[in-house]
């Protein structure tokens, strides 16, 4: 049985926590920042959980992480 190869585009944005939950960052901060307050510009640089709907779908394309 092969290997199994790791997604390397999702490798590079979800992380695992120490209780097993994906971590990721938050979209909508890359560009057009001037229309954006600052208030919502600054909740956008915190990391927050993946949801639970798609942890199943991650579990698969990552299945060393």
Same mark, same amino acid.
């Given at each position: 049985?092969?290997?199994?190869?790791?997604?390397?585009?999702?490798? *590079? &944005?979800?992380?695992?926590? /120490? !209780?097993?939950?994906?971590?990721?960052?938050?979209?909508?901060?890359?560009? @057009? $920042?001037?229309?954006?307050?600052?208030?919502? *510009? &600054?909740?956008?640089?915190? /990391? !927050?959980?993946?949801?639970?709907?798609?942890?199943?779908?991650?579990?698969? @394309? $990552?299945?060393?992480?």
């Amino acid at each position: 049985m092969p290997k199994m190869k790791t997604n390397k585009a999702a490798s *590079k &944005r979800f992380k695992k926590t /120490a !209780t097993g939950k994906l971590k990721r960052m938050k979209a909508y901060k890359s560009h @057009i $920042l001037t229309k954006k307050s600052t208030k919502r *510009k &600054r909740n956008l640089r915190k /990391a !927050t959980t993946t949801d639970a709907t798609n942890v199943s779908n991650m579990k698969k @394309i $990552l299945p060393y992480l």
